[in-house]
């Protein structure tokens, strides 16, 4: 996934916003998510931080949200959205075509951990350019 993020000229860098709270619960599984309060009984509606497959969750719902886009123009790890552009005038187009699709299935990202249209940035430890990757 990282090998393939060298060679592009453009590079945008986005973090889910609470990602796994953007995941909808299962109306099945949502029993086994109920706590006790002395007010009453409550469950989550929404998947919360900390279920054991709650990761593994998130990532197969991104990789469905991205599926065509996947190792063409978008890197998706968790949470961590990574679009990449060869040539860099390709790249406002391909960004929206992902805002697209963020706004279609109700994705937010947290824009105080986005980058965008930049050279490098810091992807899975690594730091990415367009001539190769680095350990960070």
Known sequence: MVDATSGHEALSFMDGSSGYNQIRMALSDEEMTAFR???G??????????????GTTYQRAMQKV???MLHKYVECYVDDLM????R???????????FDHLRKYQLRMNP???????TSGKFLSFIVRHRGIEIN
């Open 37 to 39: 309060t002395p007010k």
């Open 112 to 118: 105080l951990k986005c980058a965008f249209s930049v």
């Open 66 to 68: 991205f599926d065509d």
């Open 41 to 54: 009984i409550y469950c989550y509606k929404v998947m919360p931080f900390g279920l054991k497959n709650a």
């Open 83 to 86: 679009v990449k552009s060869k």
């Open 88 to 98: 860099r005038q390709d790249h406002l187009k391909d960004l929206k075509v992902v």
